[in-house]
């Protein structure tokens, strides 16, 4: 009998698909009982926690053989293809960069960014974190930790990851999400009002993912201003306050999953 999945934070459909025993997380996905959530997530490699997925029942696949021989049966392993595009602040690839890519704290490669920048590595169905080092920075990696970008979250993540800080991943729509957004529309040539609007969650999703599948907002995206400030974080005299300086970090969904 058919049952439901809940996604967990940090799940994708690969890991899911391993927990319940099917090979291919396509399985899963193509079912028919779940057409609704392939209509609310097109893009496979980017799910959202609380979403709820049918798991199929298996169905034994059987061969006729010769008794009496020897037979080889040859199992397909899937793979999970970490993607990521290297580029300067003016969206120019960084072509033969070296970098080193570290999955749950071992180092799994050591390259150079291809053509458009390009770093891909394979890993492990079960990886979680990572950390890639590349001209003397190092980025955070989160797989499966990218959120929808009909979510404040996901247009958050979509923005800092790009360059352009939103503050902390917090869903909140807060000043510093404002001022990134109008700077990020601005660059885009789009109307930069500093709101989520729809023509400028597709072009994070068109820059970010190098996807046009556009779905509508799942939340409230209006600005809610910020909290005031505590007594005693007033800058004193001759000082001054401290604007967010946010360690870099990348929230990745793995694109391609083979």
């Given at each position: 009998?058919?049952?439901?999945?809940?996604?967990?934070?940090?799940?994708?459909?690969?890991?899911?698909?391993?927990?319940?025993?099917?090979?291919?997380?396509?399985?899963?996905?193509?079912?028919?009982?779940?057409?609704?959530?392939?209509?609310?997530?097109?893009?496979?490699?980017?799910?959202?926690?609380?979403?709820?997925?049918?798991?199929?029942?298996?169905?034994?696949?059987?061969?006729?053989?010769?008794?009496?021989?020897?037979?080889?049966?040859?199992?397909?392993?899937?793979?999970?293809?970490?993607?990521?595009?290297?580029?300067?602040?003016?969206?120019?690839?960084?072509?033969?960069?070296?970098?080193?890519?570290?999955?749950?704290?071992?180092?799994?490669?050591?390259?150079?960014?291809?053509?458009?920048?390009?770093?891909?590595?394979?890993?492990?169905?079960?990886?979680?974190?990572?950390?890639?080092?590349?001209?003397?920075?190092?980025?955070?990696?989160?797989?499966?930790?990218?959120?929808?970008?009909?979510?404040?979250?996901?247009?958050?993540?979509?923005?800092?990851?790009?360059?352009?800080?939103?503050?902390?991943?917090?869903?909140?729509?807060?000043?510093?999400?404002?001022?990134?957004?109008?700077?990020?529309?601005?660059?885009?040539?789009?109307?930069?009002?500093?709101?989520?609007?729809?023509?400028?969650?597709?072009?994070?999703?068109?820059?970010?993912?190098?996807?046009?599948?556009?779905?509508?907002?799942?939340?409230?995206?209006?600005?809610?201003?910020?909290?005031?400030?505590?007594?005693?974080?007033?800058?004193?005299?001759?000082?001054?306050?401290?604007?967010?300086?946010?360690?870099?970090?990348?929230?990745?969904?793995v694109p391609k999953l083979d």
């Amino acid at each position: 009998m058919a049952q439901k999945h809940t996604v967990r934070p940090g799940e994708c459909l690969s890991s899911i698909a391993k927990r319940y025993g099917f090979v291919r997380w396509k399985t899963i996905y193509d079912d028919a009982e779940n057409e609704a959530f392939r209509s609310k997530r097109p893009n496979p490699h980017v799910i959202y926690a609380g979403d709820e997925i049918v798991i199929p029942d298996k169905s034994p696949k059987e061969e006729t053989v010769a008794t009496g021989k020897r037979h080889d049966f040859q199992v397909v392993s899937p793979k999970l293809m970490f993607r990521m595009e290297m580029r300067d602040e003016t969206m120019d690839p960084l072509v033969g960069y070296p970098f080193e890519l570290h999955v749950d704290g071992a180092l799994v490669e050591k390259g150079e960014t291809k053509a458009d920048g390009l770093i891909e590595v394979p890993l492990p169905i079960g990886a979680s974190t990572g950390k890639l080092r590349f001209l003397g920075e190092e980025y955070r990696l989160e797989f499966g930790g990218l959120d929808p970008v009909s979510r404040i979250k996901g247009v958050q993540q979509r923005l800092n990851n790009l360059g352009y800080p939103a503050g902390p991943i917090d869903g909140i729509v807060g000043r510093k999400t404002r001022a990134a957004l109008r700077a990020f529309q601005a660059a885009q040539k789009l109307e930069a009002t500093g709101k989520i609007d729809d023509p400028t969650r597709k072009r994070l999703l068109e820059l970010h993912d190098k996807d046009s599948r556009l779905t509508d907002a799942e939340e409230d995206m209006e600005f809610k201003e910020d909290p005031p400030a505590e007594p005693g974080d007033e800058p004193g005299p001759g000082g001054g306050s401290v604007d967010y300086n946010p360690e870099i970090e990348s929230s990745c969904s793995v694109p391609k999953l083979d």
